[in-house]
């Protein structure tokens, strides 16, 4: 619901205020996508009446949310990991996105969309020969086929830091990345 109130705010305003500090092109595209989704469910509304409205924002919120065994696609994609990229034991960078591999199964449940590195890395090739792409790139994607979904979706929801870095910048100064004062 929320997000459809910032739609028409983006829509009118032209700006879209989570990214403030994003190029005026983004800002462009946003404005236009919003100006679409804001005539489509007015269109909606009108012809098809509010329910089609509830249809569309329960299908969103509820394949998302674990009520629905595809939120284990979206979960799992956005658990953190740390790079330790010159070997002295400090994480270089958190990795807010990864894929998960857990066999032919999951992938055609997910639609190919549990390749979320790969989709990422090349945002046009089609979801369906993701797959693919890793077979023949593999030295830049994890291997293995046995990432356990629920082992991933416990630890989201009971280490909250752990989904999509969201503990990025609570400790630097037990980093290296800034100094301690004095």
Same mark, same amino acid.
């Given at each position: 619901?929320?997000?459809?109130?910032?739609?028409?705010?983006?829509?009118?305003?032209?700006?879209?205020? *989570?990214?403030?500090?994003?190029?005026?092109?983004?800002?462009?595209?946003?404005? &236009?996508?919003?100006?679409?989704?804001?005539?489509?469910?007015?269109?909606?509304? =009108?012809?098809?009446?509010? =329910?089609?409205?509830? *249809?569309? #924002?329960?299908?969103?919120?509820?394949?998302?949310?674990?009520?629905?065994?595809?939120?284990?696609?979206?979960?799992?994609?956005?658990?953190?990991?740390?790079? &330790?990229?010159?070997? &002295?034991?400090?994480? &270089?960078?958190?990795?807010?996105?990864?894929?998960?591999?857990?066999?032919?199964? #999951?992938?055609?449940?997910?639609?190919?969309?549990?390749?979320?590195?790969?989709?990422? %890395?090349? +945002?046009?090739?089609?979801?369906?020969?993701?797959?693919?792409?890793?077979?023949?790139? +593999?030295? #830049?994607?994890?291997?293995?086929?046995? %990432?356990?979904?629920?082992?991933?979706?416990?630890?989201? *929801?009971?280490?909250?830091? *752990?989904?999509?870095?969201? %503990?990025?910048?609570?400790?630097?100064?037990?980093? =290296?990345?800034? +100094?301690?004062?004095?």
């Amino acid at each position: 619901f929320l997000l459809g109130i910032n739609d028409v705010v983006v829509a009118l305003t032209g700006t879209n205020y *989570f990214f403030p500090n994003k190029p005026r092109e983004f800002h462009k595209e946003c404005a &236009d996508y919003c100006q679409w989704a804001v005539l489509v469910r007015g269109a909606l509304w =009108k012809w098809a009446g509010w =329910k089609s409205l509830l *249809f569309l #924002y329960l299908a969103e919120i509820l394949w998302s949310i674990p009520p629905h065994p595809a939120c284990a696609m979206f979960v799992t994609n956005h658990g953190s990991a740390t790079r &330790d990229e010159d070997g &002295d034991g400090y994480g &270089d960078g958190c990795i807010p996105s990864s894929s998960t591999y857990a066999g032919k199964w #999951y992938s055609l449940f997910t639609l190919g969309t549990n390749y979320h590195c790969e989709h990422h %890395d090349f +945002p046009t090739i089609p979801l369906h020969r993701l797959g693919k792409l890793r077979e023949i790139a +593999p030295e #830049y994607y994890r291997e293995g086929e046995r %990432d356990n979904v629920f082992e991933i979706m416990w630890k989201v *929801f009971s280490e909250p830091e *752990f989904y999509a870095c969201m %503990d990025v910048g609570v400790n630097l100064k037990n980093t =290296k990345i800034l +100094p301690v004062a004095a």
